[in-house]
Structures are given as structure tokens and as C-alpha cells.
């Protein structure tokens, strides 16, 4: 996947405009900021509108660019909404590490890391539609991205360390599981209920655990974490 630096949080407001004249700052801060702001506004304009009714003009108008600006960085909005996608998908899998390996017991992993995944999805509505709904339909390049997303994500379940060594689990149920997800993600932004992940976690999690740590355990977790959501939401 290709480096892309990470976008700004997205807002509903216009992003300033940097100053006019000569402002002091260096040509890289420039370009990097005018990238990233294009790379937030495709995201808003993409949830707003749908990629297919999106063009060059909704985007620059939402980052306040010049066309010249864009066609500097981007060949089209293609190359935009792929560049987008991908600084997204970077930032995603770097917060759901650092909440993965925050945990030292697998189990306690797996709940942290589907925990990062649905906040990010409930905080960024439009980059999660960009990248769940918009750019895999829109781009056959952006299905490729997709399938290259779910591998990396994939490997969150590679190591399995602490379960029953009696569960003998195909290697096909990693890409079951991850699929899974993908679809109710899918499901709950195309109803306009993303924040339904936040109520649903403690069935995720145990659906993820289950065919590898056995009902037990997974039950266990499962029923942790819906207590704590009763003590949240009481």
C-alpha cells in the first residue's frame, strides 16, 4: 500500500486557508497541508454526495485549492479517492495496533482492537463510507485496496497465542471472521447506524473469539464487556 501521510480528523467546517503572501512557511509544509486537506475533503465530499455525483470542483471548493493545486498532487479523483483511501486505511491499522498491543492476553486484544475499529468508524463517519462503501464500488483498483485492507487487518488474528490447544480452527475462518466484519461495518454505515457497532461489540468480540478460545471463553469476554456497557450507560 502506498505511503500516504494520515488526514486530518474531518470536520463539517471549511478548513482555513493558509495565509496569503509571505507567510514563512516551508514549500513542504505547504504541499503537505494542501494534500492532506484534499485527502478530508474527498472524504466529505464522497459521504455527501456519493463518488459517482462528486467531481474535481466539490473537492477544491471544499479544501479551498485552486484547480492548478489539485492537478499538482492528483492526475484525477481517482488518484485522489485512492490516495485518500489508502492515508486512512494507515491510520485505522495504526490505531487499532496500539490498541491491540496495549493488551498482553489475546483475548483482551481482540476486544481492544474491535473497540478502536468501531470508534474510528463512529468518529469518522465520511472517511469510514469513503472506505466501506464508496471507494471498493466505485474503483476496481479500489476493490484491489480492499482485498490488500482485509489481509493486513487479517493478521490481528494470526498469532492466537493463549488458545485451547484443542481448537484445531481452519485457517479459512480468519478470512470468514474478517469478511464478517467487513459486511456488518458495511451494513451499519449503508443504514446510516454506525454508532449500532458501539451497542453491538460485545457480540462482535465474541463471534471473533469464539472458533478460536472455545464458547466459554468467549462468553466470558462477551458478557464483561456487556456489563460495562450497562455501567456506561446508566
Known amino acids: 500500500m502506498s505511503e500516504s501521510p494520515s488526514p486530518p ?43 459517482a455525483h462528486t467531481n474535481v470542483a466539490d473537492i477544491i471548493a471544499i479544501a479551498r485549492v485552486s484547480r492548478r493545486t489539485f492537478y499538482e498532487h492528483f492526475r484525477d479523483k481517482d488518484e485522489c479517492l485512492l490516495a485518500a483511501y489508502d492515508a486512512v486505511v494507515q491510520q485505522l491499522f495504526r490505531a487499532v495496533s496500539q490498541a491491540y498491543l496495549a493488551e498482553r492476553d489475546w483475548s483482551d486484544r481482540i476486544h481492544a482492537g474491535l ?29 484491489k485496496r480492499r482485498a490488500d485492507a482485509m489481509a493486513l487487518f487479517a493478521t490481528f488474528l494470526e498469532p492466537r497465542q493463549g488458545r485451547p490447544a484443542e481448537f484445531d480452527t481452519p485457517d479459512l475462518a480468519i478470512e470468514v471472521i474478517v469478511g464478517g466484519l467487513y ?26 473469539l469464539v472458533p478460536f478460545a472455545g464458547h466459554a471463553e468467549a462468553q466470558a469476554v462477551r458478557t464483561r464487556m456487556a456489563a460495562l456497557n450497562m455501567e456506561e450507560m446508566a
Open 115 to 143: 473497540v478502536a475499529l468501531a470508534e474510528f468508524v463512529v468518529d469518522e463517519p465520511d472517511f469510514a463510507r469513503m472506505c466501506f462503501l464508496e471507494a471498493p464500488l466505485a474503483l476496481a483498483a479500489g476493490r
Open 9 to 51: 480528523r474531518p470536520a463539517k467546517a471549511e478548513p482555513e486557508r493558509l495565509p496569503s503572501g509571505r507567510h514563512g512557511l516551508t514549500k513542504r509544509f505547504v504541499v503537505r497541508n494542501q494534500r492532506e486537506r484534499m485527502l478530508a475533503a474527498t472524504a466529505q465530499a464522497v459521504a455527501e454526495r456519493g463518488y
Open 183 to 208: 459486511e456488518v461495518i458495511y451494513s451499519r454505515l449503508a443504514s446510516g447506524q454506525p454508532q449500532r457497532l458501539l451497542e453491538e461489540l460485545p457480540e462482535m468480540v465474541y463471534c471473533v
